[in-house]
């Protein structure tokens, strides 16, 4: 993901920092639904989403 995708700099940090701590603090094995580091992939394409969305009605 090296574009920003319409998020703040300060949220994509965040992001990184968080997926970072998963990956050597997370749990061990869990199934897609339950793991942290799926959800964390889902929360990032929602919110890229939303602000393509919001930067889309903006222009019109």
Do not use: C, V
């Not at 300060?10 to 992001?15: D, E, F, K, P, Q």
């Not at 603090?25 to 929360?43: C, I, Y």
């Not at 990032?44 to 393509?52: N, P, V």
């Amino acid at each position: 993901m090296a574009n920003s995708e319409g998020l703040s700099i300060a949220y994509r940090l965040g992001w990184n920092i968080r997926r970072i701590a998963m990956m050597f603090l997370g749990p061990a094995q869990l199934g897609d639904q339950d793991d942290p580091t799926q959800r964390l992939h889902a929360e990032r394409r929602r919110k890229s989403a939303e602000a393509l969305a919001r930067r889309e009605s903006g222009k019109r």
